[in-house]
């Protein structure tokens, strides 16, 4: 049975009957009924594919509820039947916005073959509707197809419509500010603000007043009032970048802010109330940073309502082509030449480890589109790309590196697994690490206290038979200069 259902409204029971028959074996379902009032509550009610009906009805003319059931309904395609068979029937027909008038007696052969192309004409308007509003593959900001992006997916479709606080964890380069941007643009608060802050790219002593905003006086330098970002996002939606490098004391404001939901400015009195969605991402362990006493665990679980994990590039190896030839398209886009990937050449792409994610993809698409002539990249050219990007390992560190140590670590670490593709390091890379960096801390702390083990364990924080036995372990000679600190 079809799922089509037609609406025949007709005062003569005969007529309702013989069109039930043809409709019913056109494989139609059928809802007849014989006055105006039945009609309209089965067209409010959204029944019926499509209305059949007479003009003149024992309670009115049906050219007096054909307006109100195209403001209704607009795309419930009309068909009026009428035994008054003058022009001005028909042009009345045409202009109350009927798809057809026929005439009565009618063939019921004709009456179906009008049914079927009404709907046709009905589902095919549809369609270009559709096709109108739909985001374009180009535009969409999600590329990729593979199992772990399925799963973004599912995920970001239960959140669209939804006000839920929202963690994006991830390795730096996959994505996440792509993402917060999409649960935005995507949904409800689409009409507010979406309004970005990356907590690594502040100074620390700045961050409050970045947040919430700060009037005048509040702090040497604020010469005047200044709105934070939760002000400039109302309405709309505020992106935490970098939550895990937010200080402890503007954690315990925050979470204040997201209990409470008002807030006031640095230096201010007047509360303001909150109106923003909030979504927050990490590279980091926040469950480590937890345990390590350098993330509040009641923050945690107020920004982690729903966590959403980007796939390293890594993991999802069959998107690598799709997100290259994006990025050459996109790029087209923006003035650069058109280019197109050899087979080989995507091969190629799909089988490096991309450390640096999505970012480190679209960097080497922009340079092959910005300097290599040729339309289309090929194998070669690949291959010498990232052999060069591989061929320096070691990790030099600028001054404005010198206090990101996390950053450090991370780096050099992605340095040891590159060096060792296809493999893994070696085993025992946890204490390979710990050893790196534990031999400089001690050896720092111990020449910056003249050699006083009392002194250095103090600084250290370590019990100072632990710092000697640390000594004795990595054969630390300790050397006296000068006077002491």
């Given amino acids: 049975m079809s799922e089509r259902t037609i609406l025949v409204a007709d005062d003569d029971a005969s007529i309702r009957m013989v069109l039930s028959q043809a409709l019913t074996r056109a494989d139609y379902e059928v809802f007849p009924m014989s006055n105006l009032s039945t009609m309209w509550n089965y067209v409010a009610r959204g029944d019926g594919d499509l209305l059949i009906t007479d003009v003149m009805m024992p ?8 307006p109100r059931i195209k403001k209704a309904r607009p795309d419930l395609p009309i068909i009026v039947m009428s035994a008054q068979n003058t022009f001005m029937t ?18 019921l052969a004709e009456l179906t073959a009008t049914v079927a192309k009404a709907l046709a004409e009905r589902d095919s308007q549809k369609k270009k509707d559709l096709a109108a509003t739909a985001p ?15 799963e973004v997916y599912r995920t970001m ?49 700045l961050i409050e007043s970045e947040l919430f905003g700060h009037e005048k006086g509040a702090f040497t330098g604020a010469h005047g009032r200044s709105i934070g970002h939760f002000e400039r996002a109302a309405g709309g939606t505020l992106f935490l970048d970098e939550i895990g490098d937010m200080p402890m004391a503007a954690q315990t404001r925050l979470l204040r802010v997201l209990q409470e939901g008002e807030f006031t400015r640095v230096g201010g009195r007047d509360t303001i109330e909150t109106d923003v969605r909030i979504v927050a991402a990490t590279h980091r362990d926040l469950q480590q940073m937890i345990r390590q006493g350098l993330f509040r665990e009641d923050l945690f679980y107020r920004l982690n309502v729903v966590q959403l994990h980007m796939p390293a590039l890594r993991e999802r190896r069959d998107d690598v082509a799709d997100l290259a030839q994006h ?16 087979k080989e050449a995507l091969d190629l792409l799909r089988q490096h480890n ?12 922009q340079r092959f589109v ?31 590196q010198a206090n990101d140590l996390a950053g450090m670590v991370e780096r050099f670490l992605m340095s040891q697994f590159t060096q060792a593709q296809p493999e893994l390091p070696p085993n025992g890379l946890y204490q390979r690490m710990i050893d790196e960096i534990e031999v400089p801390l001690l050896e720092i702390a111990l020449n910056n206290c003249n050699g006083n083990q009392i002194r250095a364990s103090e600084l250290l924080g370590l019990n100072r038979n632990t710092l000697r036995k640390k000594l004795q372990l990595h054969d630390i000679q300790i050397t006296k200069h000068g006077s002491g600190r």
Avoid at 90 to 107: I, M, N, Q, T
């Fill in 136 to 150: 374009k593959d180009e535009e969409m900001p999600l590329v990729g197809r593979s199992g772990p992006m399925q």
């Fill in 157 to 205: 479709a239960r959140l669209i419509q939804t006000d839920l606080t929202v963690m994006i964890s991830g390795e730096s380069g996959t994505g996440k500010e792509v993402v917060a941007r999409a649960l935005h643009d995507f949904g409800k608060r689409k009409g507010g603000p979406f309004n970005a802050i990356n907590m690594a790219a502040i100074p620390q002593d």
């Fill in 354 to 365: 991309w450390p640096g994610n999505v970012r480190e993809l679209e960097n080497l698409v």
């Fill in 59 to 66: 309670d009115g003319s049906a050219f007096d509820i054909l």
């Fill in 327 to 342: 990025f050459a398209q996109k790029f087209a886009q923006e003035g650069e030449p058109v280019k197109a990937f050899e």
């Fill in 370 to 400: 910005a300097l290599y002539p040729d339309e289309v990249i090929s194998a070669e050219t690949v291959r010498q790309e990232l052999s060069v990007g591989e061929a320096v390992p070691q990790v030099n560190v600028s001054a404005g």
């Fill in 90 to 107: 028909a042009v009345r027909a045409s202009e109350a916005g009927a798809f057809e008038y026929l005439p009565k007696p009618f063939d």
